[in-house]
């Protein structure tokens, strides 16, 4: 369904008051984070119809709706205004000293090193996110021997549908981390394209275009990552290596993809550039958002994909999924407001 003039104009608005605050703000906004979680539940559906694919698929509605609980409650509730939260959602690669590879450790062997880094700006802190989340995805599953169960209560359920509850909630929540990463500036210390003179770039291409090419975002998003699934997989190792090492493949990945972006828009979509902290006069996305349509749906494809894997990954092959077309949660998981970190 197509959002309506007004809700692109509020995102927009509520971004321009978020401009000026030290951290990146937001990455693909409700609709986008729950394209990524519904996709990934389809991807998934492909490859396991029977099994972890079917339970998916039926609760793809409320991993969408967890999908955008991190920006949505999470920092509202960390106890500190947000500034616990945002750097969660990203990684300025672009402004790290070290090479990837002494990265891929452990968050407590890194996070002075990326404290020293922090005197000209945020570096992030999103490949150990989604390092936490993936485990504790993976310590809910160890609880279930078999999905079974009815039509039933989440959050009052005996186990083992309260630990499948529960693994839904977080790995919704994943899918959140695991979309932000996909996204072009939130792998950059340039976070809103200011140093190129197309201030609130990243706003744009992520709010105010994605709510644009609904209705046909999701459906040409599905088919895109089905397409490259394989490929995606590859490259970024997403079935062999560390969370926190696909983490940072991604991230590189999106920030090779920046200048493209900051291209597309420059010749497209810019009317007037930038001074400072301002933003930047655009055409109205309906106009100026056709050139970085790939590029939205490349980016929200590949968050599906590594999502999809990292899914998989998390769940033990021992698990009987015969009787999994009964289990359907009414309800949704609303007793977590913040996850801590590390």
Known sequence: MKAPATATATFTATIVVLACAPLPAFAWGSFGHRVVAETA????????????????????????????????????????????????????????????????????????????????????????????LH??????????????????????????????????????????????????????????????????????????????????????VLKLARKQKKAWTVAHAATTSSPVRIALSVLQSSVAALPAVEKADKESALLAASVGQSFAKRKPAAQGCKALRQHVEERLALGAVITAALWQRAVPSGVDWQRVRTLQFNDIHETEPFIAFP
């Open 41 to 132: 539940a389809l991807l998934v559906e492909d490859d396991q119809p029977a099994g972890l694919g079917n339970l998916l698929a039926r609760h793809r509605f409320e991993l969408g709706v967890y999908a955008f609980r991190p920006d949505s409650t999470f920092r509202h509730h960390d106890g500190k205004s947000g500034a616990l939260e945002a750097p969660l959602h990203f990684l300025s690669t672009d402004a790290l000293t070290m090479p990837m590879s002494e990265l891929d450790v452990a968050f407590a062997e890194v996070d002075k090193k990326l404290a020293a880094l922090e005197e000209k700006g945020p570096i992030g802190r999103v490949p150990w996110r989604i390092d936490q």
């Open 135 to 220: 485990g504790m995805i993976a310590a809910d599953w160890l609880k279930v021997p078999a999905v079974f169960g009815t039509y039933q209560r989440g959050e009052t359920a005996d186990e083992p549908q309260k630990s499948i509850f529960r693994a839904l909630f977080h790995m919704g929540v994943l899918a959140h981390y695991t979309g932000d990463i996909a996204v072009p500036h939130h792998a950059s210390k340039d976070s809103n394209s200011f140093h190129k003179n197309q201030g609130g770039l990243h706003f744009y291409f992520e709010g105010d275009c994605v709510e644009v090419f609904e209705p046909d975002l999701a459906n040409n």
